[in-house]
């Protein structure tokens, strides 16, 4: 009964790198939300995708990032030419329908130097 | 802009201790979280509440929901090491009932000590 699960859980990227962070959703989830938690701060809500349609991508910087859900395969939230101002965790959850309890990845933390 | 706080974001407590987290929210919204974090790992949904004057309880903690003040609050009851922990509340923010974007506050710090 695997929950959500997010890789890689630590990443540390330079300055101008890419990072890639993945969430495999609850078995039978077809609702993936990412969240981002700067430190000393609530999580905040970036995106929400469902199979290979982004529903709300509200809460997204314009640029640099995005999220794909492909039909098949994890959910990916992509960082491009990352600066140190996106040093944070960020959480994936996945629920069953749009509406109902979402439930949480461990996480992955981003370091960039 | 939709602002969730919570205090205190820190609380030491002796075990058998009574006390209560406070989670005050900025705008109209009738559906409120918690959830709980233990060190590295994932947040573990322990309360959903729907409702004006709703509460729900599990164990030694009780959560309930009123929805004019805009607050909700988590009471532990004879706190015991085991939960210690940090306890977020996340209001919807979702507008037309969509019920998915949440809105996390900072979290409090628990920590039950013998």
């Known amino acids: 009964n695997a929950g959500v699960m997010q890789n890689p859980r630590h990443l540390v990227r330079r300055r101008g790198q890419e990072a890639r962070l993945r969430c495999s959703p609850v078995?039978?989830?077809?609702?993936v939300y990412w969240y981002r938690q700067l430190p000393e701060e609530g999580l905040k809500f970036m995106v929400y995708?469902?199979?290979?349609?982004?529903?709300?991508e509200s809460g997204m910087p314009k640029e640099r990032f995005s999220a794909e859900f492909p039909k098949e395969g994890p959910s990916i939230l992509r960082i491009q030419q990352v600066v140190r101002g996106d040093s944070a965790a960020y959480f994936c959850?996945?629920?069953?329908?749009?509406?109902?309890?979402?439930?949480f990845g461990p996480g992955t933390r981003l370091l960039v130097l | 802009e939709l602002k969730v706080e919570q205090n205190p974001l820190f609380l030491s407590m002796q075990e058998g201790k009574n006390y209560t987290i406070y989670c005050n929210y900025s705008?109209?919204?009738?559906?409120l979280y918690w959830y709980r974090q233990d060190p590295g790992k994932s947040l573990e949904s322990l309360f959903v509440?729907?409702?004006?004057?709703a509460v729900k309880q599990e164990g030694r903690l009780m959560a309930s929901l009123d929805t004019k003040a805009r607050l909700s609050t988590l009471h532990i009851t004879a706190a015991v090491h085991d939960l210690s922990a940090t306890y977020f509340c996340?209001?919807?923010?979702?507008?037309?009932?969509?019920?998915?974007?949440?809105?996390f506050g900072k979290g409090t710090l628990l920590t039950v000590n013998p």
């Open positions: 959850a996945s629920s069953l329908q749009g509406f109902e309890t979402q439930y």
């Open positions: 995708l469902q199979k290979e349609n982004i529903i709300d």
């Open positions: 705008t109209t919204s009738d559906r």
């Open positions: 078995k039978g989830h077809s609702h």
């Open positions: 509440l729907l409702s004006n004057g």
């Open positions: 996340a209001v919807d923010m979702s507008e037309g009932g969509s019920n998915y974007k949440l809105t």
